[in-house]
């Protein structure tokens, strides 16, 4: 398997633009968690799934923030309208049940300018 | 529980040295407390975890041990070397929800040849 896939690795955009991170979990898994890593703020929980369900998305900051997953193989984080203080590294992990044996994928770097 | 502590923040040690990382978690009900390591530029990866039925899990230079009473569980790295360099991550349950982990700020490892 080739683990957690997330897409861009990278992304640089403008101040109120919509910003689109799409992951693809570890096949099998039930479990899908979106995170957040900022120097300041840690790594933060922001909503997670089980069987494509929203069960707890009370880490999301703002309605800025919404989250999907149409199926078990997919689910986008969107950010509209972006902001500078949206700029940190977001994570997608995946886990065959609960908060144990949770696999990180590589994240992506997003930066509001 | 909802506040994971851990310390120190950074640990610089001479290749071969050990090196022991300490948090405490706040819920005397948290059952699960998984380590994690992130690389730069990297997700984090779990590299042990322990459930509170025992009291230490060894792998091979990694052990955790966890002190129920007094409520704090540590990583133990034996015979470092230069790749255990790295941010180690420890985690706890969340009080509200036990499928949300709550994790500590990071500790920063350099392991000097």
């Known amino acids: 398997d080739a683990g957690v896939i997330q897409s861009p690795r990278h992304e640089v955009t403008e101040m109120g633009q919509e910003v689109t991170l799409r992951c693809k979990p570890i096949s099998g898994h039930d479990y899908l968690f979106w995170y957040r890593q900022t120097m300041m703020r840690g790594l933060e929980l922001l909503i997670y799934f089980n069987n494509n369900v929203p069960i707890d998305d009370s880490g999301m900051p703002e309605d800025r923030f919404s989250a999907k997953m149409p199926n078990a193989s997919f689910s986008t984080l969107k950010i509209q309208p972006s902001e500078p203080r949206d700029s940190a590294v977001y994570f997608c992990?995946?886990?065959?049940?609960?908060?144990?044996?949770?696999?990180f994928g590589p994240g992506t770097r997003l930066t509001v300018l | 529980g909802e506040n994971v502590e851990q310390h120190p923040s950074t640990l610089s040690v001479q290749e071969g040295d050990s090196a022991v990382i300490k948090c405490t978690y706040s819920d005397s009900a948290s059952n699960y407390f998984p380590w994690y390591k992130q690389e730069l530029g990297k997700g984090p990866q779990l590299i042990i975890d322990i459930r509170s039925n025992v009291g230490e899990k060894k792998d091979q230079r990694i052990a955790v041990t966890l002190n129920k009473t007094a409520k704090h569980f540590s990583l133990h790295i034996t015979e470092t070397q230069p790749e255990d360099s790295a941010v180690y991550f420890c985690?706890?349950?969340?009080?509200?929800?036990?499928?949300?982990?709550?994790f500590g700020t990071g500790t920063r490892l350099q392991v000097f040849p």
């Open positions: 985690a706890a349950p969340s009080s509200y929800n036990t499928d949300k982990l709550i």
């Open positions: 992990a995946s886990s065959p049940g609960g908060p144990n044996e949770q696999f």
